[in-house]
């Protein structure tokens, strides 16, 4: 079973970048497409972006504006999300997990070993 560890959040102001990491073990990382999720206060876990494998592809919600920056680190094990501009929408916890490959966008089919995620928060 995979393990993820979640780190790189914290308090930011409009404006700001924070690089978001993610630590895996337990399975073969460079095996798997991994992506960021994130979940507001009252809302539902929605997707931010994700990483192929090998990182021979990237996608991301439109949300991002361009402003995200998703990479993968295999010999650490690590997949970071850089985020600058940051704005007040992008208040959340931020999860990590292996990506659904034909979508790009879901979850890996089964998936239920979420961390515990780092929390962001964009205020003045």
């Known amino acids: 079973q995979v393990q993820l560890v979640e780190s790189g959040g914290g308090l930011v102001q409009p404006g700001g970048s924070l690089r978001l990491s993610c630590v895996a073990s337990?399975?073969?990382?460079?095996?798997?497409?991994m992506g960021w999720f994130r979940q507001a206060p009252g809302k539902e876990r929605d997707f931010v972006a994700a990483?192929?494998?090998?990182?021979?592809?990237?996608n991301y919600a439109d949300s991002v504006n361009g402003r995200f920056t998703i990479s993968r680190d295999d010999a650490r094990n690590t997949v970071y999300l850089q985020m600058n501009n940051l704005k007040p929408e992008v208040t959340a916890v931020y999860y990590c997990?292996?990506?659904?490959?034909?979508?790009?966008?879901?979850?890996?089919?089964?998936?239920?070993?979420w961390g515990q995620g780092t929390p962001v928060t964009v205020s003045s």
């Open positions: 990483i192929a494998y090998l990182a021979r592809g990237t």
């Open positions: 337990g399975r073969p990382f460079r095996s798997f497409a």
């Open positions: 997990s292996p990506m659904d490959p034909p979508t790009m966008r879901h979850p890996q089919q089964g998936f239920g070993s």
